[in-house]
């Protein structure tokens, strides 16, 4: 005879297996939480994306305390990436000038990518006791875009950017990691 003839499926067995008394084995251990070394293969850490006027501005923050900037438009786009440590010494700047009420003309925040000549700068036009700002980004030609900004967006930019600098150097241990 076959199985059919027999009237035996598997959902059958199954079902009388279920009022088996066996008690259930007790769950493995959980096992104990370890120290994980820093993932140095993650590209980084948003910390910003952000709309300033008709342009795109992303802040990430990189393993090793570095702070990447891309800064796109319909006409051009540019990426930097600038060390933490420069990127508060900038930050620091800008909200100074900001926060001026001088009508003297103030030094421009400059932020300047290490190994290149491509730059970031800051600055504050004062016209008819109405100020604008304005980012300007510049390429290894001297050449680049400015990106106008209200006060709100260049607050918001120098905000996402030092966030992005501290994030970077929590990201970064301070000693190298024991080698097992």
């Known amino acids: 005879m076959t199985r059919r003839g027999l009237g035996v499926t598997a959902a059958g067995l199954l079902s009388g297996l279920g009022g088996c008394a066996h008690p259930a084995a007790p769950p493995p251990p959980a096992p104990a939480p370890v120290a994980a070394a ?26 090793g305390g570095r702070v990447y900037l891309g800064v796109g438009t319909a006409a051009a786009t540019m990426a930097l990436t600038f060390t933490a440590a420069d990127v508060d010494r900038f930050v620091a700047d800008a909200r100074a000038l900001i926060a001026s009420r001088a009508t003297d003309p103030q030094p421009v925040p400059t932020l300047t990518e290490p190994g290149s ?15 604008s700002y304005h980012f300007f980004f510049a390429d290894e030609t001297l050449h680049g875009f ?12 120098l905000s996402a950017l030092a966030r992005g600098a501290a994030t970077a ?12």
């Open 146 to 157: 400015p990106l106008p900004a209200t006060l709100v967006e260049a607050k918001a930019v």
């Open 169 to 180: 150097r929590e990201a970064t241990p301070s000693s190298p990691a024991p080698r097992p």
């Open 117 to 131: 000549g491509r730059a970031l700068s800051f600055s504050r036009l004062r016209r008819r006791g109405v100020s």
């Open 38 to 63: 820093p993932d140095t293969t993650v590209r980084g850490w948003t910390v910003g994306n952000l709309a300033v006027g008709t342009a795109v501005v992303v802040v990430r923050a990189r393993y």
